[in-house]
């Protein structure tokens, strides 16, 4: 179709549009009837025109076509987690990651035939030890093994370093020498109630901790790769805007510094919508949840068994979840188009106005000591509280839906006798430096009164 037809067309503005859809309101109020906001305080309208990004920023694209398909494995033993490997990249896995017990595992055991040269494997440790770091970093494929140490994480979740400062920080430079990885646990502020706007704030501030230490205090001039792990929850165009505001955020901080960075983004879905009544429908939301992701541009994608609330580890489990992946990567051909998502009006603005307010935010805590003074004064952790209260009291009311739990829920679903393990995390009372972080599902106290029920 030649570009002339267009040009016997007036153009439309938006000015012009938007006094149509007034005209067919007939008198209904354009703002209340059409307009929403979101709890990020983003304004989201019924239409968007080319106008609203006019200053969007230019050559950004992402990739979904190259992401990888990922099995997560939590290691007991390493020779039935290698198995659990093996089976999962003979069955469509293309990168594996492990998460190691707080013990010593046989790198050789745990890392036995896998195709190490095409096969990329995380390692997800649970303690501060510079000689596993130096175990697994030995070994240098050309895929890669990456060593996720995320001190500042542990401090955040747990409520204490796991040693001291001084020494945490210490095997963390000493790890990086030899792993030249660092990793973020952003994903703990999303499955805690953080909003989209204070995940993004806050994981930057979180990175930007390490970036200053780097810079202080090590002499390494090669390319250190920075893994963001993030968890996607269900506002489907926003978790989208959210990938691709967190590499624009990334890209504009690491101008910064004299160190060279590699951004690399991790997707899991979110446990914070998941539930255990109707839990099939945990499938629906883990799929639009990977396809965000996708869309967004991760580079590698770990789903979430349906069943991971309440039952063990199993095979059924696994495979649904790995299929999900190759299903919307080989017959849904999202591996084809690289850029699917650029260029829409709609999701660049909610793009650019995230990052705008991220940014804002970040600035913020930096001008107040940064994400670590901040955790001691407790302001983070009371600013994802309020959050989490609140979107918590939109489920109670019911305008925060989640299928089988507060809408449409089945009386008839009894969940008592299936629980292999419980869906409600136990927190152990202890002393610690700062008040953790903790992760929390929106539907919790729901399941607690049905189970009493049952």
């Not at 179709?1 to 005209?23: G, R």
């Not at 390490?210 to 390494?220: D, T």
């Not at 700062?434 to 607690?448: A, D, G, H, V, Y």
């Amino acid at each position: 179709m030649s570009d002339s037809l267009f040009n016997e067309f007036e153009p439309v503005s938006m000015k012009q549009w938007k006094q149509k859809i007034q005209v067919d309101l007939k008198g209904a109020d354009y703002n209340d009837t059409l307009v929403w906001t979101s709890n990020e305080g983003i304004q989201v309208k019924p239409f968007y025109h080319s106008e609203d990004i006019a200053i969007a920023p230019k050559n950004f694209t992402t990739s979904p076509g190259k992401f990888k398909i990922c099995e997560t494995i939590i290691v007991k033993d390493a020779k039935l987690a290698n198995q659990l490997a093996l089976s999962a990249i003979a069955n469509g896995a293309e990168s594996i990651k492990f998460v190691l017990p707080p013990e010593t595992i046989s790198a050789k055991t745990l890392l036995s035939n896998i195709n190490l040269d095409e096969i990329p494997v995380y390692i997800k440790l649970q303690l501060s030890s510079i000689d596993i770091v130096k175990h697994f970093s030995s070994i240098t494929p050309k895929a890669g093994i990456f060593i996720q140490h995320d001190i500042i994480g542990n401090l955040a979740k747990t409520g204490n370093w796991f040693s001291n400062l001084k020494e945490d920080f210490l095997n963390f430079e000493n790890g990086l020498k030899h792993s030249n990885t660092i990793s973020v646990d952003g994903g703990l502020y999303q499955n805690s109630g953080a909003n989209i706007v204070q995940q993004l704030a806050y994981t930057l501030a979180h990175v930007n901790e390490y970036f200053n230490y780097i810079e202080n205090n090590s002499s390494s001039t090669s390319i250190c790769n920075v893994i963001f792990n993030v968890a996607i929850g269900s506002n489907y165009f926003f978790e989208i805007a959210k990938l691709r505001a967190l590499r624009l955020l990334f890209n504009t901080l690491q101008k910064e510094y004299v160190q060279d960075y590699k951004c690399s983004i991790f997707a899991t879905p979110s446990k914070r919508n998941k539930a255990i009544y109707d839990y099939n429908t945990n499938m629906l939301r883990t799929t639009t949840e990977c396809m965000s992701a996708i869309l967004g541009g991760a580079d590698t994608i770990s789903n979430l068994p349906y069943d991971v609330l309440f039952h063990k580890n199993n095979t059924f489990g696994s495979r649904i979840a790995r299929n999900q992946l190759l299903i919307l990567k080989h017959e849904s051909y999202f591996d084809v188009v690289n850029n699917a998502s650029d260029g829409s009006y709609y999701i660049e603005s909610i793009t650019q106005q995230l990052t705008e307010k991220s940014l804002q935010l970040f600035k913020n805590i930096e001008a107040n000591g940064g994400l670590l003074k901040q955790l001691k004064h407790g302001t983070i952790q009371r600013k994802i509280k309020e959050s989490a209260t609140k979107e918590q009291q939109q489920f109670d009311a019911g305008s925060e839906i989640i299928l089988g739990s507060n809408a449409h829920p089945n009386p008839n679903d009894k969940m008592k006798d299936d629980l292999d393990i419980s869906p409600f995390p136990k927190i152990k009372k202890r002393k610690t430096l700062i008040t953790p972080i903790i992760k929390k599902r929106l539907t919790e106290s729901l399941e607690q009164e049905r189970l009493k029920k049952e």
